[in-house]
């Protein structure tokens, strides 16, 4: 009579994966951040230089939307390339053959990302502030806006990883979007500034939500709108991640 294993509980499948994750990206780490903080970083030198004497609101937008920059290249952009290359490479089809569930890989890779990103987040928010010359009001309520901010962000980067034809378009098209995510609602802009039609087509992105309520948490006031926001980030979150887990279900194959 052979003996039966029970296949281990999700927080062991949860935490061995994300040991896992973070250990593929020990010699990469430092590029994850450099590249997470270059590119805000020199966003927020040029936007402020030319804005400078226009007001603390749209420094404000400045400071937060290089923050959701970061956010996305931390995050969005990795997570594409990770799912991309665990398909083409052939490590879903290893994992398939694990008695692992697939949320457990999914929640892994958003919070070895998550972690990852912090450092470059950090800094970009302290260079912000010194170099902006903004005075801060943080709410505790933005502990719970930064995860929120990140999840639908990841979802997506999974969602391009998982259905791009090749890694060279996952990479293509991860990055085109994050560059169209920061201009097609008031996320770097001012609202005053935009035209209605980007406004509109606005609302359509996580972004949006999550500059918002990082502008609302961290420069205040709080309002009724980052209740809205919140929603938001939750409802993009779950539609992404139903979405990847419908791709990822290798136990109905």
């Not at 709410?139 to 999840?151: E, G, H, R, Y």
């Not at 309520?213 to 205040?220: D, E, F, M, V």
Request: proline share 6%.
């Amino acid at each position: 009579m052979h003996n039966k294993r029970n296949p281990p509980s999700f927080l062991v499948q949860l935490m061995d994966l994300f040991l896992m994750e973070l250990t593929n990206w020990r010699w990469s780490w430092r590029a994850i951040i450099l590249t997470s903080f270059v590119a805000p970083m020199l966003s927020i030198i040029a936007l402020g230089s030319f804005a400078q004497g226009t007001g603390q609101e749209t420094l404000g937008y400045i400071l937060t939307g290089n923050l959701v920059m970061t956010l996305m290249f931390g995050n969005l952009n990795k997570m594409a390339d990770r799912f991309a290359y665990m398909r083409f490479s052939g490590t879903l089809e290893y994992y398939a053959t694990l008695p692992i569930r697939r949320e457990a890989l999914i929640i892994a890779s958003v919070l070895a990302f998550f972690l990852l990103s912090l450092p470059a987040l950090l800094g970009i928010l302290g260079f912000g502030i010194l170099f902006l010359k903004l005075s801060v009001s943080l709410n505790p309520i933005i502990l719970l806006v930064i995860p929120l901010c990140v999840l639908p962000l990841a979802g997506l980067g999974a969602l391009i990883g998982t259905n791009a034809r090749t890694p060279q378009e996952s990479d293509s098209f991860s990055l085109l979007l994050t560059m169209v995510m920061l201009f097609i609602g008031p996320v770097i802009i001012p609202d005053n500034r935009l035209p209605d039609i980007l406004l509109y087509i606005g609302r359509l992105s996580p972004a949006t939500y999550a500059a918002s309520a990082l502008r609302q948490t961290l420069l205040g006031p709080i309002t009724g709108q980052v209740v809205v926001d919140l929603t938001a980030l939750v409802g993009f979150s779950l539609l992404t991640f139903w979405w990847v887990g419908l791709k990822l279900d290798w136990r109905q194959r």
